[in-house]
């Protein structure tokens, strides 16, 4: 299995920016297609962001297109999350997630399609 732990949450302004960071232990990183997700107090767990093993592919949720951007770094073991012009309905806690998958450029949008998931960092935009 992989573990996964995410770093780089913060309190910010509004329009300021976070990078967040989700490194992974265990099995072959390059094997496992990676999500950002996001959960904010009494709401549930929401999608915000994936990208397929190869990192070919991204898909993103509507209420982030535009301001933020996932990447990979395989020789790493880590995903990335660069938060641009950051909003007061950005605050959650995010967490990253795996999803261990043959196809290279395959992304998944479902919180039920990952397998592994991390511990979740905060993430406080102020306005």
């Known amino acids: 299995q992989v573990q996964l732990v995410e770093s780089g949450g913060g309190l910010v302004q509004a329009g300021e920016s976070l990078r967040l960071s989700c490194a992974a232990s265990g099995r072959t990183f390059s094997s496992y297609a990676m999500g950002w997700f996001r959960q904010a107090p009494g709401k549930e767990r929401e999608f915000v962001v994936a990208i397929s093993k190869t990192g070919s592919s991204t898909y993103y949720a509507d209420s982030v297109k535009g301001r933020f951007t996932i990447s990979r770094d395989n020789a790493k073991n880590t995903v990335y999350l660069q938060m641009n012009s950051l909003k007061p309905e950005d605050t959650a806690v995010y967490y990253c997630?795996?999803?261990?998958?043959?196809?290279?450029?395959?992304?998944?949008?479902?919180?039920?399609?990952?397998?592994?998931w991390g511990q979740g960092t905060q993430v406080t935009v102020s306005s």
């Open positions: 997630a795996a999803k261990e998958t043959y196809y290279s450029g395959t992304y998944y949008a479902t919180r039920r399609a990952y397998d592994y």
